[in-house]
Each structure stands twice: as structure tokens, then as C-alpha cells.
């Protein structure tokens, strides 16, 4: 029996984003459907709904991690650069008017599945454990990369709409903490 011609997983996997998106729900069909591939060939690579997820979650966070690191080399020669380098990737990446339902639907996916919840934590126990090795502060880092881990799951969770100003002080803010263990006074409501 021949083996089925492999198909570009990113492809299979930006079908699984639109379709979550568009739908709101996981459907193998629909997948098949948006990435113009047989139901067939979707489940050679990823046999159940479950291992589709955690395929989208595995890629999610290894193109959040490069895109991190991109940024954090426009700093390497400076203090705090992996935190610096988060802090510039949020920069760079304000929220979607509307949001993304993907995002939402990975959330409550990794809400619902160990396994998946225990490759993120061990993502951010790594990300963690590498900012507070690298800062020039680190109680003062931890509390910053506290703060811009919780500014970006309310965005992402559309649970407060920042304005532009707001959030380039807020993210100001975070920097200065970061590489002084303090936040200066004044400010937009001053």
C-alpha cells in the first residue's frame, strides 16, 4: 500500500486557525475543506481533534518564541534583553480590534488538557527562569514580567480596551520596572 503523499503541516494548521476563527468550533471536515485536502490526509498527521490542538498550540508558542527572541536582539548588548525583547514584542503586536477567536479557543483548549496546559507551563518556566538569570533586578523583573504577561491575557481575553496612549505608558511602566526596580511618577491621569 503507498504511503500518502505528505502535505504542509502549516498549512493544515493555518486551516485549523481559520476555521476556529470563522466557526467557533473544531471540525475535521470543515479543516479538510478550508485546506483543500482530504479528511484523510488531515487525520495522517494529526489522527484526533486533540493532537490537531496541540499541533496549533506547539507552533503557536515556538513562533512566540522567535518572534520574542527577534526582538530581544535588538537589545543584546544591553540589560534585561530577554525581558526587553518581550516587552518590544508587545509593542509591536497590539491587539486586534474584534479580537482573534483563535486565541480564545486555544486558551479554553489548554484550560481543558493537561498535557497541553504542561507544555505551556514548561514554556514559561523556561522564559522565566532565563529573564530572571539575565536582569539587572530580577524581584523587580519578576514583578514586570508579571505585569505584561496580565496586560496581554486582558487583551487577549478582551477583558479591557486599553487606549494607544494607555498602553505605551503601561508598557512604559513595565520597562522602567524592569531595569530599575521602580516606576516614576506621573503619568497620563497626573
Known amino acids: 500500500m503507498a504511503r500518502p503523499r505528505k502535505h504542509d503541516q502549516n498549512e493544515i494548521?493555518?486551516?485549523v486557525e481559520r476555521v476556529v476563527a470563522r466557526d467557533g468550533?473544531?471540525?475535521?471536515e470543515a479543516v479538510a475543506k478550508e485546506a483543500g485536502v482530504s479528511k484523510a490526509t488531515v487525520l495522517y498527521e494529526h489522527p484526533s481533534k486533540?493532537?490537531?490542538?496541540?499541533?496549533?498550540?506547539?507552533r503557536t508558542i515556538k513562533a512566540d518564541n522567535a518572534f520574542n527572541q527577534q526582538c530581544a536582539e535588538n537589545f543584546a548588548a544591553e540589560p534585561d534583553a530577554p525581558l526587553r525583547g518581550r516587552i518590544e514584542a508587545?509593542?509591536?503586536?497590539?491587539?486586534v480590534q474584534g479580537?482573534?477567536?483563535?486565541?480564545?479557543?486555544?486558551?479554553s483548549a489548554l484550560m481543558q488538557d493537561s498535557a497541553m496546559r504542561e507544555t505551556f507551563r514548561d514554556n514559561q518556566n523556561t522564559?522565566?527562569?532565563e529573564l530572571l538569570a539575565t536582569a539587572s533586578v530580577p524581584r523587580a523583573a519578576r514583578i514586570a514580567w508579571l505585569a505584561l504577561e496580565g496586560l496581554?491575557?486582558?487583551?487577549?481575553?478582551?477583558?479591557?480596551?486599553w487606549t494607544?496612549?494607555?498602553r505605551t505608558e503601561i508598557l512604559q511602566d513595565i520597562e522602567a520596572l524592569a531595569l530599575t526596580g521602580i516606576v516614576k511618577p506621573g503619568g497620563q491621569d497626573d
Not at 468550533?25 to 475535521?28: F, S, T
Open 13 to 15: 494548521l493555518d486551516a
Open 25 to 28: 468550533i473544531l471540525n475535521v
Open 50 to 58: 486533540r493532537d490537531l490542538i496541540a499541533a496549533l498550540v506547539l
Open 90 to 95: 508587545a509593542r509591536r503586536s497590539p491587539p
Open 99 to 107: 479580537g482573534n477567536p483563535a486565541v480564545l479557543s486555544l486558551v
Open 127 to 129: 522564559i522565566g527562569q
Open 152 to 161: 496581554k491575557f486582558q487583551e487577549h481575553m478582551e477583558l479591557h480596551d
Open 164 to 166: 494607544e496612549a494607555e
